[in-house]
């Protein structure tokens, strides 16, 4: 439960479906125990924080049409997104707790998914131009172009409305202060280990 849900699902969440602002984060491990983890739901996720969670829903849909048109290639990213997803798990062994966050263990997986997620932008496209197949070749490219500026336009600027103010880091100087005041401390000639 910790190793997969806590870890794992958890920041496969933050990646593709939203993350709480930290103000809001209720999860306190000191409180926890082994049982009350069982029954808790995935911390930290907010389904609504990007309007709807459309990179997850794309590539659980690309995951879909992947292995409905070409099973092969899509069992190859399957055992991708496995190898570097729940089976780094089981080669971790993570204990708990973790000092700090560990989800870079975790980026191949979150990148096969990416894969799925570009699909199913493809997918989305391509139904798009079936459904406006009677138009012109002009009047397929705009409405092709219109659906992808929602797609690569739309998600990006929620996530940079959303996220903006929590990932600013301009007047944040407890970094330069930190290592100003550190290398101040030192007498000259000073070896800093």
Known sequence: NYQIKE????????????KEDYNNQTLNRAQLNTTT??????????????????AFILGILGMIW????????ASATLALFLATGLMIIMYLNQSDPQPRERDYAYV???FAFSIWIGIGINQII?????????LSSRGRTLINS???????ITMP?????QDYNEHDRSLRYEAWDYAYNLLNSCEPDAILF
């Open 7 to 18: 870890m794992y699902l958890r920041y496969l969440g933050w990646q593709f479906i939203g």
């Open 37 to 54: 983890i069982v029954n808790m739901p995935l911390q930290n996720i907010d389904w609504n924080r990007y309007v709807i969670p459309l």
């Open 66 to 73: 992947h292995f409905k048109n070409d099973w092969k290639r």
């Open 108 to 110: 191949g997986s979150f």
């Open 126 to 134: 391509n139904i798009v131009e079936k459904f406006f197949k009677n």
């Open 146 to 152: 219109m659906a992808l500026f929602l797609i690569f």
């Open 157 to 161: 600027c929620m996530m940079l409305i």
